[in-house]
């Protein structure tokens, strides 16, 4: 535009408005930073993630799949940690796996709008002037990386699918004379929710909208597409909400799990 | 009745500052009944543009309290009258005088993007068909009144002045509306790309949130734009796929 350098440029936090527009920014950043500190420390800690007591089964959702365990633990593979990990560096087994539900919501679409507000003030909120002159946004690297987002939505995919057979697996006590049977505890149901506010989450984000019917131009020749577009799109619609509950109650089951681990709650066995 | 403070950006391309006016409020009014109200009384060369006073011609963007919102469609009992309103130009565009500002931008803008291009008619008489279920997706897209607050929010034009490198969230959804409609057959992928700066936009809805036709902007238009550049550009197995079945 010819005559945009007459706008003005304002210094950062420059605004008209006067209501609290600091104030969702604000909870945004308490709320990511207060789960990246837990998750970090819940991941780093390599014990109380697993719970049998009392005959149940309850994997923190932060540890599964668990590739690395001991040999008590539904672990995949029959070591405490894997052969090629350097000696001098801990090892947690979460380290392993978290870096693919981490990628799908670092670059998940509502997550990017909120981090890039509330951590970058880019911009801190609508109408409000940012500390920076310059902007590339994701026009290139590293944030033109962002496009990777389908590919970490497949792989959180699969851990859905995994989480939800560690929901169905809580169901299943191990009696003392070591058979095993049906029952529903507070944990299970702890367990199960996770997998589904996850799924709805996961399973509701733009991309498998657009992967699986919203890239077409003509829905009339492609009706299981269309339903199925119909379907991500009334996740779509609360995918803000899916997020926060998700995200939410995750980091619950995980500190579910490890106070059952660590003896400090009971789990309760309703039948 | 009460006297309420209205604080106006009056001046033109030169500079100006707010002017403080006080006139009656009564029930009912809108910030455009005020504004006219001031006019009358006290301002009689203040410029601002309006017509329909419907929310339907998208004249009276301006800036009420900091917020972009059409004047014709905010109530008075809906602001905080006791702090008084301060309203303004939109600050994405040049102010010609007052609160009018220069849009020609956009006109520009607009004809950059590839028009419609229809296939071939199905019928002999020239006429299309095409099922409801391919006409749903771009009614939304419809309903812009082209009043440009979305334009006006984006910090993309309005901090950085990216004006020349992405053409905005008006022009997004105009894009999306094309590229979603059953009977184009034009692709505006490579130009989103390269000469539109799609990737300039961050989503961090700030067109969505003042949109007064209430059109999901990121979500339903500009999300499936850039999932349509990453399909042509940034996913090397879609790529490969293409070159494979050479489609």
Known sequence: MSNADTLKRRSFGETARIDAWWLKPGLVFVGLTAFIAYATWAGMQGKHYFYDGGGAHLLSPFYSPLLYGQAHEPRLFAAELPSWWPSFLPFSAAILILAGPAGMRVTCYYYRGAYYKSFWADPVACGVGEPRKSYWGEHRIPLLLHNAHRYFFYVAGVYVFILFYDGLRALVYVNPDGSHSLGIGVGSIVLLLNACFLAGYTFGCHCHRHLLGGHLRIFAKAPVQHACYQCISMLNRRHMYWAWVSLVWVGFSDLYVRMCAMGVWTDWRIF | ?247
């Open chain 2, 1 to 247: 009745m009460t006297k309420t403070r209205f604080s106006i950006w009056r001046g033109d391309s030169h500079g100006g500052g707010r002017q403080d006016y006080e006139t009656e409020v009564t029930e009912g009014m809108v910030v455009l009944d005020a504004v006219h109200q001031i006019q009358a009384e006290s301002a009689n060369d203040l410029a601002v543009r309006w017509n329909c006073k419907a929310g339907k011609c998208g004249s009276c963007s301006a800036e009420i309290n900091g917020r972009s919102r059409l004047m014709c469609m905010t109530r008075l009992s809906d602001l905080p009258l006791e702090q008084g309103v301060t309203i303004d130009p939109m600050q994405t565009f040049p102010v010609l005088r007052d609160l009018v500002t220069d849009v020609k931008w956009n006109y520009a803008t607009k004809q950059r993007i590839q028009k419609f291009t229809p296939r071939t008619p199905d019928a002999e008489d020239g006429t299309w068909r095409i099922a409801t279920v391919d006409t749903e997706r771009v009614q939304e897209f419809r309903k812009c009144i082209e009043c440009y607050l979305c334009q006006d929010v984006c910090h993309v034009l309005r901090e950085h002045h990216l004006h020349d490198e992405f053409i905005g969230p008006r022009f997004m959804v105009y894009a999306a509306a094309l590229e979603m409609q059953p009977l184009d057959t034009g692709s505006r992928v490579k130009a989103l790309k390269e000469d539109f700066g799609i990737g300039y936009c961050n989503i961090t809805k700030c067109c969505t949130d003042v949109c007064p036709e209430g059109i999901k902007i990121t979500d339903n238009a500009i999300i499936p734009l850039k999932e349509r550049v990453a399909d042509e550009y940034y996913d090397p197995i879609k790529r490969l796929w293409r070159k494979l079945t050479k489609t």
